[in-house]
């Protein structure tokens, strides 16, 4: 299980938001110090006023370049809008955190994980693990390419990504048959080889798997020339 810390601002706002949310349904499993989760909560006040307000301004920064060019190049008969407002702090400001919020947070994640109590169904409730969309993974096409050619059993790779694995299926000379499914990114199809002198073309395509079905395109057919 592998704990991911978004790597946007926007979406690590959420993920705290997230955590902070949820965190009470397993306090009395994972048991994390109370000042902790106080402070997580500061900090993700925080850095979710900072982010907005960047936004704020961002569009305060665009909105003022459009007034700008059109003042520059615009129609000499046409008098301007008012200037863009200015966006301002609130009179009253969340109190301010220290430095490092990715750091605390991953800290926070790994003292739940080191509870050794950590379930991915909590890890995934809490938003420290990023489910796949699965129109993403509909849309995948299995990068099929070949390590081996002609030496020994071929050896086939594919990127999995978000993907459990991947059907292997073969063709050698008498339309696919499926093969095999694999785990991990590198198969090597251990069939008997062709006999000593004699060389055949053994042909490959992949589909990934998601959930233990067939889920995405098919790859490309890599040929490999083997021999005995």
């Keep these: 299980m592998e704990i991911v810390i978004d790597n946007t601002d926007d ?3 959420d993920q705290m938001g997230k955590f902070l949310k949820h965190y009470a349904d397993y306090e009395a499993i994972l048991n ?10 500061l900090v993700h006040t925080y850095f979710s006023f900072v982010v907005t307000k960047q936004h704020d301004f961002k569009h305060f920064g665009l909105e003022l370049t459009s007034y700008k060019d059109l ?14 407002v200015v966006p301002v702090y609130p009179a009253i400001i969340p109190a301010i955190c220290n430095q490092g919020v990715v750091g605390f947070f991953r800290e926070i994640t790994q ?19 990023k489910l796949p969309v699965i ?36 063709d050698i000379g008498k339309g696919f048959i499926k093969l095999d499914v694999s785990n991990k990114p590198d ?4 069939s008997p080889l ?20 067939q889920i995405g395109n098919w790859s490309e057919i890599v040929s490999i020339l083997v021999k005995g």
């Design 111 to 129: 003292l739940c994980m080191a509870t050794g109590k950590m379930t991915e169904p909590m890890a995934i409730t809490l938003g420290l693990i």
């Design 194 to 213: 062709p006999a000593e002198g004699v060389s055949e073309v053994w042909n490959y395509k992949t589909i990934y798997r998601y959930n233990n079905v």
């Design 11 to 13: 979406g690590l706002v």
């Design 135 to 170: 129109t993403d993974l509909i849309a995948g096409k299995p990068n099929l390419s070949s390590k081996q050619s002609n030496v020994g059993h071929p050896r086939l790779h594919c990127t999995l990504g978000d993907y459990e694995g991947y059907e292997v299926w073969k």
């Design 187 to 190: 198969y090597i199809d251990n």
């Design 32 to 41: 994390l110090p109370p000042a902790k989760i106080t402070t997580l909560g």
């Design 71 to 84: 003042l520059r190049t615009g129609n000499p008969s046409i008098l301007m809008n008012a200037l863009p």
